[in-house]
């Protein structure tokens, strides 16, 4: 059972991403608390929808393995281009790095850290942001993928995998 509709519904649902990262960035919203979770019902959107359609080529002939599989594949792709996107992001767009920057500094003082630890935490940022990217891009992937899974219809006279 070969399919490549994560490609496509994983791609879609990056540029969504991307292009709804843009307009927040452009009406200045970037840092309000909605705008970092609007990615999240974009993945939720797309790796659901992508699981129903999957379930659909496959003539509803499918697991809830196979489905779950094909949820994650789903998130790994969308995961690979909103990594990239990002560190584009803020390569162009320098004053996002700073303004992170500033309130990370902010914060830190007024829990009485140091200014080396200061320092040394803003010369992480592009790492942190990575991996606070991949945590949370895949864990709620994950999520999405198992609740796609459930929500594809599935024939219930397909037989279980012999193991």
Same mark, same amino acid.
């Given at each position: 059972?070969?399919?490549? @509709?994560? *490609?496509?519904?994983?791609?879609?649902?990056?540029?969504?991403?991307?292009?709804?990262?843009?307009?927040?960035?452009?009406?200045?919203?970037?840092?309000? !608390?909605?705008?970092?979770? #609007? +990615? *999240?019902?974009?993945?939720?959107? %797309? =790796?659901?929808?992508?699981?129903?359609?999957?379930? /659909?080529?496959?003539?509803? !002939? =499918?697991?809830?393995?196979?489905?779950?599989?094909?949820?994650?594949?789903?998130?790994? =792709?969308?995961? *690979?281009? $909103?990594?990239? $996107?990002?560190?584009?992001?803020?390569?162009? $767009? +320098?004053?996002?790095?700073?303004?992170?920057?500033? @309130?990370?500094?902010? !914060?830190? &003082? @007024?829990?009485? &850290?140091? #200014? !080396?630890?200061?320092? #040394? #935490?803003?010369?992480?940022?592009?790492? =942190?942001?990575?991996?606070?990217?991949?945590? %949370?891009?895949?864990?709620? %992937?994950?999520?999405?993928?198992?609740?796609?899974?459930?929500?594809?219809? /599935? @024939?219930?006279?397909? +037989?279980? +995998?012999?193991?």
């Amino acid at each position: 059972m070969t399919s490549k @509709n994560h *490609l496509i519904y994983g791609a879609t649902t990056g540029v969504v991403m991307i292009v709804i990262t843009i307009i927040c960035y452009l009406l200045g919203v970037i840092q309000h !608390e909605w705008a970092q979770y #609007a +990615p *999240l019902a974009i993945i939720l959107g %797309g =790796v659901i929808l992508s699981c129903i359609n999957f379930s /659909k080529i496959h003539r509803r !002939e =499918v697991t809830f393995s196979t489905t779950f599989s094909n949820g994650f594949k789903t998130v790994a =792709v969308i995961t *690979l281009i $909103f990594v990239i $996107f990002a560190l584009i992001f803020i390569t162009i $767009f +320098p004053d996002i790095k700073a303004q992170a920057m500033a @309130n990370i500094a902010l !914060e830190m &003082q @007024n829990q009485g &850290q140091s #200014a !080396e630890a200061i320092a #040394a #935490a803003q010369g992480k940022y592009t790492v =942190v942001m990575i991996g606070k990217l991949l945590y %949370g891009i895949l864990s709620f %992937g994950i999520v999405a993928a198992l609740i796609g899974a459930l929500v594809a219809k /599935k @024939n219930t006279n397909t +037989p279980s +995998p012999k193991l």
